[in-house]
T-cell receptor, first 114, second 115 residues
Framework: GENVEQHPSTLSVQEGDSAVIKCTYSDSASNYFPWYKQELGKRPQLIIDIRSNVGEKKDQRIAVTLNKTAKHFSLHITETQPEDSAVYFCAATLGTSGTYKYIFGTGTRLKVLA | EPEVTQTPSHQVTQMGQEVILRCVPISNHLYFYWYRQILGQKVEFLVSFYNNEISEKSEIFDDQFSVERPDGSNFTLKIRSTKLEDSAMYFC?????????????FGPGTRLTVL
């Protein structure tokens, strides 16, 4: 069935280092891949997204890459800061009749150590 | 900036009771969703709603669940007879237009605790 796998489940990095989170999706029809950041007790917030017709997208310290052939996409955070500490979820959209529901990954708890 | 709002922020109920979770999507949005997140787990899709009807629902969304847009602004999720395993954070989300590339905006969530 529809599935998105996400690794690692936890990630600790030193402040200033880079963090990489990887996701794999199962349905080749997926065409939009958002990344959400969720701080404790708060709503998920979109931080970056990528469409299936693009291989890479960057926004300041955050970048996302997409390999459609391998059905992989990754989040890259450079020069990490303590405020980057949160749970990050990848998602893939699957649409039937235009619903475009999100299938979320299992989340990565990122800890940036000062 | 417009936001999705949800009430209540926390709902405690006894097993077997009915609960209604309320959401006010962003005003010009056309697509509405409910997701749930059991503590420590991933966010799971429950149901999508468009043009006043359910467009898709997951296996979780059984006969105990229903959704409604009663007045053109509110979007509600009703659980008819709550079970212990319904305890979770419930997020409402809305999306602006057709096509798969539009961001879904999430509300702050309602934490449902079933005792």
């Amino acid at each position: 069935g529809e599935n998105v796998e996400q690794h690692p489940s936890t990630l600790s990095v030193q402040e200033g280092d880079s963090a990489v989170i990887k996701c794999t999706y199962s349905d080749s029809a997926s065409n939009y891949f958002p990344w959400y950041k969720q701080e404790l007790g708060k709503r998920p917030q979109l931080i970056i997204d990528i469409r299936s017709n693009v291989g890479e997208k960057k926004d300041q310290r955050i970048a996302v890459t997409l390999n459609k052939t391998a059905k992989h996409f990754s989040l890259h955070i450079t020069e990490t800061q303590p405020e980057d500490s949160a749970v990050y979820f990848c998602a893939a959209t699957l649409g039937t009749s235009g619903t475009y529901k999100y299938i979320f990954g299992t989340g990565t708890r990122l800890k940036v150590l000062a | 900036e417009p936001e999705v709002t949800q009430t209540p922020s926390h709902q405690v109920t006894q097993m077997g009771q009915e609960v209604i979770l309320r959401c006010v999507p962003i005003s010009n949005h056309l697509y509405f969703y409910w997701y749930r997140q059991i503590l420590g787990q991933k966010v799971e899709f429950l149901v999508s709603f468009y043009n006043n009807e359910i467009s898709e629902k997951s296996e979780i969304f059984d006969d105990q669940f229903s959704v409604e847009r009663p007045d053109g602004s509110n979007f509600t999720l009703k659980i008819r007879s709550t079970k212990l395993e319904d305890s979770a954070m419930y997020f409402c989300a809305s999306r602006e237009a057709s096509g798969g590339f539009n961001e879904q905006f999430f509300g702050p969530g309602t934490r449902l605790t079933v005792l």
